[in-house]
């Protein structure tokens, strides 16, 4: 069984213990030994926010620890967070393979800052790519560490020794063996990873690339998983926020007489917060409901209606980001021209969890439980909103109700943080989810206007690609075009006033646009020039990563090759997301009455590189898939002016059960390329994907996101 | 107003001294500690809040706690029994049919309720039948999965 340790420890004692030096971790780690070693993420990444490490009085060559105790258990201590992505599972196979050990040996210390090392974040499917191979290495070391000591213990020299199922053993005599735990027992052993042992050859592997069943499935199913909502303190109060009506708009007064006078209301007013706390929850709901505010409201300067056209009235500064020839070359061969522009639209993360944190703050130090991507983030927030050090405020991170980059930005922390000082008494900020479409950052809106060419004989010529708002992220083409150039004006988070609310990272950031347009495109030119889509896209892409996906996806699927529209409704996307390729086909069906799309199956293909756990890969895929079909299909935010309109499930609608489609997720097997990432890879394509599914039922195109019935309809009256 | 409750909870008898207006979901996850049940909406739009009340799912964020008076409430935490978990619970392990694991307790205990009324459903009537439970990390594929699994595994057959 897996142990996360800051779930299991009683909450009150965590509160009250106070923030580890290096004597005190060490005396907390007890006897075993421990390698310290470096997360790759750090470079160059996160060289430039790594906090000075001395005031901890911890070594600052390392930013992650690997114990092995004087049980025999290993411990993994990362400050990357679980949100049901599954690195869980997936990091402790990467252990247990380099240590030789039995999976339900080791454990994960996630998301603490007091007991972990700092740590960016865990966002853009980053920890399998960069922190795997550090945690192989740290893991080598200490077997090599182990099978050291055992040469004392079993006098046997080290070339005749070997690891297997948590002891060292002799290779020609197995029964002459001794345990971790024997080899640990009353040591303390500090070791710091240099030049690390080679790490076991692929072929021999035990854990790694062999599926493992989720080691967070028994809490998750019993309701004993512990999310930041959960954790109780005596004295706690719980804080409803008075939100305002719109992004922009200021508080001008507010009257909080009828709310003070419910029974154990607390209400407090500081500058720009106010709110309503009580130690239940839903009474603390009736006194924000009391609150009597009133607000300066702005004029709405765009609505969801007039976007783009407002969009289009900045000029943000373009980067090149891909360049090669010359366009104007690329025009003169060009047989036929194609000019369009792409649409999508701000799109909420909707975690089902909203974002929720605990803070208590006790003789000048925090404890905080957070729902957060980033616990060192919101560590650096507290210790600032609350004028202490940072060394001082703890954020412990239990399980995470999923993240998608939205719970990257940490406000309810701060919030909870400043109400908790205000009050002297431990606060739960939980967000409604009013709050939570409110103050969410959405996948930004986004304009994409590509210029292409293709010769006489169906080959691309031209790409002239610009993309404003979405980021620049997946925009460069893999096709092989002689004469491209990719342009990128704004990133995700948008420059200040571009945007009437929030914007940020959402799940593949910038890429679920750029593949949409992209791959729209390139489809719209094949359907152009009478050419079959997946054949078209075959001539005119030379990776060898990208033609073996889309094989794959094509002998599973069943494509038979045929020009569109072929009215099948069959569509297929594909594309590179930082090193993962993936294609996909899907088929749909048009109801042509209501506008409905309703997608029947899909294949998607990945090729990850090195696969460590196949089980957890495809969830992540499937699940993924799934997922896109929201923003494909029903997403969008509106809003007039700062003023979110959608606040709930109900005009907001996220992908149920009854869309569900068949899916297939297949991996391919490249273990000659190292792990990369698979959290967001096949979200990517399912703009496109559905997109040119569409136009391949029905012979019409949209050029905006998502493909909403009234969309669908308003374009099938055009044919 | 205040008033005493008599109702079963997680299959022991239980009594309450709460305002009677006040929704079950509140009351469960801080009056009883029970935290399993989640929130997700507070609107009856996601289904995180599902417990079983006299073995039908209810949204418990809809529910006034007044209303639970004589019935028999279930939680997650009441699921298994005699420390035996039960099949649903079983099968989505297996199945891997979860990730952030928010809406899992709604799911599996709405799972339960449509399993009372069908106990044989195809996969076509799970997915109606839970159309209305909200996932947002995906795994609804694996969910349908592991309903039906459950469902042959409680007739005895191969999950």
Known sequence: MITLLPHEMDPEEAASSPSFDRRQFLQFLGCGIVVYFLDLDWIPAQEARRPSRDEQGLPSDFNAFLHVGEDGRVTCFTGKIEMGQGIITSLTQMIAEELDLDDGHVDMLMGDTDRCPWDMGTFGSRTTKYFGPALRQAAAEARAVLIELAVEHLKVPKEQLTTKAGAVQEINHPEHRVSYAALTKGKQIERHLGQAPALKPAKTYTHCGKPLRRRDGLEKVTGKAQYAGDIRLPGMLYAKILRLPAHGAKLTGVDISAAEKIDGMKVVRDGDLVAALHPLPDIAERGLAALKAQFEQPVAKVDDNTLFQYLSGFNPEGETIAQSGNLEKGKELAASLFEETYHTRYVAHATIETHTALVQVQGGKATVWASTQRPFGARDEVAQVLGITAKDVRVITPFVGAGFGGKSRNLQVVQAARLAKLTGRPVQVSWSREDEFFHDTFMPAAIVKIQSGLTASQQMSLWDYHVYYAGDRGSATFYDVPHHRTTSYGGWSGAPGTHPFGTGAWRAPACNTNTFARESHVDLMAAKVGADPLAFRLANLKDPRMQRVLETVKGRFGWVSANSPSRRGQGMACGIYLGTYIAAMAEIEVDQKSGKIAVKRIVCAQDMGEIINPEGARQQMEGALMMGLGYALTEEIHFKGGDVLDRNFDSYQIPRFSWLPKIDALLVDNPEVPAQGGGEPAITLMGGLIANALSDATGARLFELPLSPARVLKVLSTL | ?159
């Open chain 2, 1 to 159: 107003m205040i008033e005493l409750i008599d109702f079963h909870l997680n299959h022991k008898p239980t009594q309450l001294r709460v305002e009677s207006s006040r929704r079950l979901l509140w009351v469960l996850r801080t009056d009883l500690n029970l935290t399993g049940t989640k929130c997700g909406c507070e609107a009856g739009l996601c289904g995180a809040c599902t417990v079983l009340i006299d073995d039908q799912a209810a949204r418990s964020c809809q529910v006034p706690v007044g209303e639970i008076k004589n019935k028999q409430v279930v939680t997650i935490e009441g699921l298994a029994r005699n420390g035996q978990l039960h099949p649903l619970q079983e099968s989505f392990i297996e199945h891997d049919a979860l990730q952030c694991g928010f809406c899992t307790p709604g799911m599996i205990l709405q799972a339960y309720s449509l399993l009372q009324s069908n106990p044989h459903p195809t996969e076509k009537e799970i997915r109606q039948g839970m159309k209305d439970n909200l996932c947002r990390c995906g795994p609804h594929q694996r969910i349908v999965a592991a309903i039906a699994g459950a469902a042959r595994g409680m007739k005895g057959e191969k999950r």
